[in-house]
């Protein structure tokens, strides 16, 4: 059973800080890109950052360049997402999701809320 379990979501006032962390287990983890996204509330899902299966490659949006840090860990099958700087612009769920080809899975989603 595939199952992608986010954790690390949580209250943060502006300018702090969060690690949020996305648990693989059910699938070949090594072999698919990982990525964020996140849905702010009455918003679409967009993309934060991607890293590839080695992890060799990692893309952000603008939003998260300079600021937010991907990475992963094929051994333990996590990914990280470390989030500095946090402004309220940044509240919303934060979602793990694998790729490979056309097989895609997605996480529950774990909620941030930037507020002082």
């Known amino acids: 059973q595939v199952q992608l379990v986010e954790s690390g979501g949580g209250l943060v006032q502006p300018g702090g800080s969060l690690r949020l962390s996305c648990a693989a287990s059910?699938?070949?983890?090594?072999?698919?890109?990982m990525s964020w996204y996140r849905q702010a509330p009455g918003k679409e899902r967009e993309l934060v950052a991607t890293i590839s299966t080695a992890g060799a490659s990692t893309n952000y949006a603008d939003s998260a360049k300079g600021r937010f840090t991907i990475s992963r860990d094929n051994v333990k099958k996590t990914v990280s997402l470390q989030m500095n700087s946090l402004t309220p612009e940044d509240t919303a769920v934060y979602y793990c999701y694998a790729l490979r080809g056309s097989v895609r899975y997605w996480g529950q989603g774990t909620q941030v809320t930037i507020s002082s």
């Open positions: 059910g699938f070949t983890f090594s072999r698919y890109s």
